[in-house]
């Protein structure tokens, strides 16, 4: 990889004491104002300014927010501190645009597919959404107007970390950082499941969560409003830490790395989401087939998932329980999964006849009145209902350029690079099927992680050529099957 420079202070490059004295004096003034109309309105402003403040010193610093306080805060419900924004919203807003309009042209990273289909993706779908209210009549409340613009942030992530996050140290330290706010998110998520006093209700409240019973989370949700968001949340970084450990990149001294995963492996299988604990076991077996350490795998990281399976196993005994009971609104048992076969039923009877009126356009940020359960539960059945076909054709062109980013950082010959290209591959396939069942790009956690650390791998994958080995990568070397086998038999 092309050694890269960090990105340049806008403030310290060259003096601009006209600009800076001008804005000072207009910000005092908006500063004042909101404080007289909301005092929380108004440190929120002295909050983002020092923010920004900091960026334009220091690029870097917008980069460390973006991968790592970003997706933590992500599932924090709208209105704290601004009405009817998320904080992770307003944060990538003013980080994003800040280093966007201050980044010098030399410091611009190349305009990639993904770059282009991430911008091209939130842009039609605010467009296919403000043409659906026109034509519906519907009048769109700032909540709404949020969601149909809400799309951009990807953009607004992704190419903000790439202009930010540059040098090998930085994206190294971005990484740990990310891992930092996984841990303290993982502490969260057992805390709740040992019934810490009144956390529960604090979850509540900071979250907005609907999913619960008497005041209680049914499983371990972090700071997040469903466990699926925890779970995609987590499922690439522990999969990012078993590639480095495998890969002998790591980012941390050996001992600390292993105990981070392992409570990120706990915390994971406290949500008892059967589609990413799935996806992460194929997952640890294509990582240690890839770096021919399957005996590794089996031994030292099979342990550490059997043990944490034994602590979890309550709760996975309580979910497999529930799941082949008698299916709720049917009255009678079923061989699905409780569920899916719910789903299922939601989907026949209100989304896909909905969907079959306007293919086309689908029906934007608003719901239409005969859609009774207003979760989708499918990131496909989302897409159709509010932007219709071309939506999910937009969607399709944004994962396929995912897809092939990861698969070419995969292919770098630095072992750090690499690391972070299978993992991310791993995640984006894993995806590909787990959005069937639940919108993981739609709510917090999941796609906010994904983008931050694309953006990280961008410098390791820009320079792999696009053709090489594709057809080998998925696929298994023929020693690496036997050494499966004979991993499995030894241990």
């Known amino acids: 990889m092309a050694s890269v420079p960090?990105?340049?202070?806008?403030?310290?490059?060259?003096?601009r004491p006209a600009a800076l004295v001008a804005?000072?004096?207009?910000?005092?003034?908006?500063?004042?104002?909101?404080?007289?109309v909301k005092l929380s309105l108004g440190l929120a402003l002295v909050g983002?300014?020092?923010?920004?403040?900091?960026?334009?010193?220091?690029?870097?610093?917008?980069?460390?927010?973006?991968?790592?306080?970003?997706?933590?805060?992500s599932g924090l419900a709208p209105g704290m501190p601004v009405h009817h924004v998320r904080i992770s919203e307003l944060l990538i807003g003013a980080?994003?645009?800040?280093?966007?309009?201050?980044?010098?042209?030399?410091?611009?990273?190349?305009?990639?597919?993904?770059?282009?289909?991430?911008?091209?993706?939130?842009?039609?779908?605010?467009a296919i959404g403000a043409y659906d209210a026109r034509?519906?009549?519907?009048?769109?409340?700032?909540?709404?107007?949020?969601?149909?613009?809400?799309?951009?942030?990807?953009?607004?992530?992704?190419?903000?970390?790439?202009?930010?996050?540059?040098?090998?140290?930085?994206?190294?330290?971005?990484?740990?950082?990310?891992?930092?706010?996984?841990t303290v998110v993982a502490v969260i998520a057992l805390a709740q499941e040992a019934h810490l006093p009144k956390l529960d209700a604090f979850l509540l409240k900071?979250?907005?969560?609907?999913?619960?019973?008497?005041g209680h989370f049914l499983r371990a949700t972090g700071p997040f409003d469903n466990w699926a968001a925890l779970a995609g949340y987590l499922l690439p970084l522990v999969l990012l830490l078993v590639a480095l450990i495998l890969g002998d990149a790591r980012v941390h001294a050996p001992r600390r790395g292993l105990t981070l995963l392992g409570l990120l492996v706990v915390a994971l299988l406290t949500t008892v989401e059967a589609s990413a604990i799935l996806s992460l076991l194929i997952g640890l077996i294509w990582l240690g087939a890839r770096y021919e350490r399957m005996r590794f795998v089996l031994r030292r990281v099979g342990l550490a998932v059997l043990v944490s399976s034994i602590v979890a196993s309550p709760l996975i005994v309580k979910k497999i329980n529930s799941e082949l009971a008698k299916t709720a609104g049917l009255g009678q048992a079923s061989l699905l999964p409780q569920t899916i076969a719910y789903r299922l039923q939601v989907w026949s009877s209100q989304y896909l006849p909905a969907i079959g009126a306007r293919p086309a356009e689908g029906y934007g940020p608003v719901l239409p009145s005969s859609i009774q359960w207003p979760y989708p539960e499918s990131q496909y059945i989302a897409l159709l209902i509010e932007g219709g076909v071309p939506v999910l054709l937009l969607f399709a062109g944004m994962t396929g350029a995912t897809l092939e980013a990861t698969a070419r950082a995969a292919r770098s010959e630095d072992g750090f690079d690499a690391a972070l290209g299978r993992a991310l591959l791993v995640t984006g396939i894993s995806l590909v099927v787990m959005n069937t069942i639940w919108p993981y790009v739609s709510?917090?956690?999941?796609?906010?992680?994904?983008?931050?650390l694309l953006a990280v791998a961008a410098p390791g994958w820009q320079d792999v050529p696009r053709r090489a080995r594709r057809g080998r990568l998925l696929a298994l070397p023929a020693e690496s099957a036997g050494r499966i086998v004979g991993a499995a038999v030894r241990s």
């Not at 900091?54 to 927010?65: D, H, K, S, T």
């Open 48 to 73: 983002g300014l020092a923010l920004i403040a900091a960026i334009l010193v220091r690029p870097f610093i917008g980069g460390i927010v973006l991968v790592a306080l970003v997706p933590a805060v």
């Open 6 to 15: 960090s990105a340049s202070s806008w403030l310290l490059n060259r003096p």
């Open 206 to 214: 900071v979250t907005g969560a609907v999913n619960q019973t008497g």
């Open 23 to 36: 804005g000072g004096v207009g910000l005092a003034a908006a500063v004042g104002a909101l404080a007289a």
């Open 135 to 182: 034509v519906l009549g519907e009048h769109l409340s700032l909540s709404d107007w949020g969601t149909d613009l809400g799309q951009l942030q990807f953009f607004l992530l992704y190419r903000g970390v790439r202009l930010t996050v540059r040098t090998p140290e930085e994206r190294r330290t971005a990484v740990r950082a990310a891992v930092t706010a996984a």
């Open 443 to 452: 709510n917090g956690g999941t796609p906010q992680m994904l983008f931050g």
């Open 95 to 126: 980080v994003g645009v800040t280093v966007l309009v201050t980044a010098r042209r030399l410091d611009r990273p190349r305009w990639e597919a993904l770059d282009w289909l991430l911008l091209v993706y939130g842009l039609g779908w605010a």
